[in-house]
C-alpha cells in the first residue's frame, strides 16, 4: 500500500521482502529507508543497525520508521540510539504527512551527494595541489645550484670580462628560470578570477611567433630538436598583448621541446581561416592519453607517466595558455592519437586590418632612448635592489639619484627635481604610496611620472596603487622593455591629451 501512494505521489520505491534484502539495496544506494518498528525486532535487525552505522563521513542516511501509536518500545529506543537520521512516524499516518516526510528525507540525500561530489572534487584538488607543491620545491632548488656554483667561481676567481661572460649568461638563464616559475605563481589565483590585465595594441603574429621562438630556442637546443616555422604567405595583424600573446606560444613551444624525446621534430604552421589567424604546434613527442585532452587544460594537470620526460614544470602552464588566449577573444585545443603518437595544440585569434606603420615606435626612438630621455630617482628599502636598477639605469643613460626611505626620497626629489620616480611600494614607515602622495602634492614636481615597481601585483594592489597616484605598476624585478612601453605609452597620452586641449 504505501509503495503504491508513493509511486503515485511521484517517488520511486523498491519493496524489500526482508532485512538482508534491504541491507543490499543499502549498499547499492538508498535515497532514504521506510522501515516497519516490527522489522526492529528480528533476528535481522542487528545486520540493518550495523549497514545504517557504517557510512562514509559525507553520507547520513536518512530512516523513517513507522511504528505504532506511542512510539515508546525498544525497537524504537534501540534504532534511535544506534542510528542518527531516524524519523519516527506514529501509525495511522495520512498520506500527505508520508509523503511530506519522504520528499523532506530524499531532498537532504541529494544535498548529501552533492555534498559528495564537492568533497571528492576538493580531494582531487587538494592531491594536485600537494602533487604541484612538491614540483615548485623540485624546479626552485634547480636554478639555485647553478646560481650557487657560478657566484662561487665568480667569488673565489679574479677572471677578465670574457671569460666570465658565461658565467654572468648562466646566472642571467636561471633568474628568468625563477622569475618565469614566480610570474605563473601570482597569475594563478588572477586566472581563476579572470583578472589578468591585458595591455593591448595591434600586432601581427609572425612577429609574435618570432618571438615566442627566440624564447624556446634554448630548450629546442638542448634537445636537439628540429624546430621549422611555416609563416602565412602575408603578415596576420591581431588585437592583442605582445608579452601575454608571446607567452602563450613559448608555453607551447617549450612543452613540445620537453615532452619530445632528443632529436624529434616540432613544427609551427601559421595560418589564416575564415577572418582568422590559426597557429598549429605539433610535435612526434610523448603524446597525451585520449581521456586526458579533455581535462589537459585544467589547474595543476600533468600527464601521469611522463613527469620524466617533461622535465619539470608546475602544471599550470597550459591553464595559463588557455586563460590567456581566451582573453584574446581565441580559444585553443589539443588533439593527439595517444601516448608516443605526438601532439598538436591549435590556437585561434580574430584578425584585424593590419594599419600602416604598426609595430614602430612614435618617432623610431629606441627602448634605451625612450628611458635615457628622464631624470630617474629609485626609492627601496631593499638597497642591492635600488643600487643595481640604479646602475643599470646608467648604463642606458638616465641621469639618475637613489634613496632608502620615504623621508630622503622626498629631499632627494627636493634637490634632484626627477622627470620619472620608480617607488617600491612595501617600504617600512613611510611606504610608497604615501610617499607618492606627497610628491604629487608638491607643486614644483609638477608633470613628475610616477611607476610603482613592486612584488605585489594582485588587482586590489593595483587599483590601491593607482588611487596613490601613480601612472604605472611594474612587477619585479624591473624589465627594462615594460618601463620603456610605459614610458612610450604615457607619452602617447600627453600628446593626445594636449591635442585634444
Given amino acids: 500500500m504505501a509503495s503504491a501512494v508513493l509511486e503515485r505521489a511521484g517517488i520511486a520505491t523498491q519493496v524489500c521482502a526482508s532485512m538482508p534484502e534491504l541491507v543490499q539495496q543499502i549498499g547499492d544506494g538508498a535515497g532514504a529507508i521506510l522501515v516497519s518498528e516490527e522489522m526492529l525486532t528480528g533476528k535481522d535487525a542487528a545486520g540493518f543497525l550495523d549497514a545504517v552505522s557504517v557510512q562514509p563521513p559525507w553520507s547520513d542516511l536518512p530512516v523513517l520508521v513507522l511504528a505504532r501509536q506511542g512510539a515508546d518500545s525498544r525497537a524504537i529506543a534501540i534504532a534511535m ?6 524519523t519516527v512516524l506514529e501509525r495511522p499516518i495520512r498520506v500527505a504527512a508520508l509523503v511530506s516526510a519522504l520528499r523532506s528525507a530524499l531532498r537532504a540525500r541529494r544535498r ?19 602533487e604541484f607543491l612538491a614540483t615548485l620545491a623540485h624546479e626552485l632548488r634547480n636554478p639555485m645550484a647553478p646560481l650557487s656554483t657560478a657566484l662561487a667561481i665568480l667569488t673565489r676567481k679574479t677572471l677578465t670580462p670574457e671569460t666570465a661572460k658565461p658565467y654572468y649568461q648562466l646566472m642571467g638563464r636561471q633568474i628568468d628560470h625563477m622569475v618565469r616559475l614566480v610570474n605563473d605563481l601570482m597569475e594563478v589565483s588572477r586566472i581563476t578570477r579572470g583578472k589578468i590585465e591585458l595591455q593591448l595594441g595591434e600586432l601581427t603574429v609572425d612577429q609574435v611567433i618570432r618571438d615566442a621562438v627566440e624564447l624556446s630556442r634554448p630548450l629546442m637546443d638542448a634537445g636537439r630538436h628540429r624546430l621549422e616555422v611555416h609563416l602565412s604567405a602575408a603578415p596576420l595583424a591581431v588585437q592583442g598583448d605582445g608579452v601575454r600573446l608571446t607567452q602563450v606560444f613559448s608555453n607551447l613551444l617549450n612543452n613540445a621541446a620537453k615532452y619530445t624525446p632528443e632529436g624529434g621534430q616540432v613544427d609551427v604552421f601559421v595560418e589564416r581561416d575564415d577572418g582568422h589567424a590559426v597557429v598549429r604546434i605539433r610535435d612526434n613527442g610523448v603524446g597525451i592519453p585520449r581521456e586526458m585532452l579533455n581535462s589537459i587544460f585544467d589547474m595543476f594537470v600533468q600527464v601521469s607517466g611522463t613527469a620524466r620526460a617533461a622535465q619539470g614544470g608546475l602544471g599550470i602552464g597550459l591553464t595559463l595558455v588557455k586563460s590567456l588566449v581566451e582573453l584574446h577573444g581565441g580559444s585553443v585545443s589539443a588533439r593527439s592519437d595517444g601516448l608516443r603518437k605526438g601532439s598538436e595544440f591549435t590556437v585561434t585569434l580574430p584578425l584585424i586590418r593590419q594599419s600602416a606603420g604598426s609595430g614602430e615606435s612614435p618617432g623610431g626612438a629606441s627602448d634605451e632612448a625612450v628611458i635615457a630621455r628622464h631624470s630617474i630617482l629609485v626609492v627601496d628599502d631593499n638597497r642591492d635592489a635600488a643600487e643595481s636598477l640604479v646602475a643599470l639605469l646608467e648604463i642606458i643613460g638616465a641621469r639618475t639619484a637613489v634613496a632608502f626611505n620615504g623621508p630622503d626620497a622626498l629631499k632627494q ?89
Fill in 81 to 86: 540510539e544506534g542510528m542518527a537520521n531516524v
Fill in 112 to 130: 548529501q551527494y552533492e555534498l559528495r561530489r564537492i568533497l571528492n572534487d576538493l580531494n582531487e584538488a587538494d592531491k594536485r595541489k600537494t
Fill in 413 to 501: 626629489a627636493e634637490s634632484f627635481r626627477p622627470t620619472l620616480a620608480i617607488l617600491d611600494i612595501g617600504m617600512p614607515g613611510m611606504d610608497g604610496c604615501e610617499l607618492a602622495r606627497r610628491l604629487r602634492a608638491d607643486p614644483a614636481l609638477e608633470g613628475l611620472t610616477l611607476v610603482a615597481l613592486t612584488g605585489w601585483g594582485q588587482p586590489d594592489d593595483r587599483a590601491r596603487i593607482a588611487q596613490a597616484g601613480f601612472d604605472h605598476h611594474l612587477l619585479k624585478p624591473a624589465d627594462m622593455q615594460e618601463l620603456s612601453t610605459a614610458l612610450r605609452q604615457l607619452e602617447q597620452r600627453g600628446a593626445s591629451a594636449g591635442a585634444g586641449g
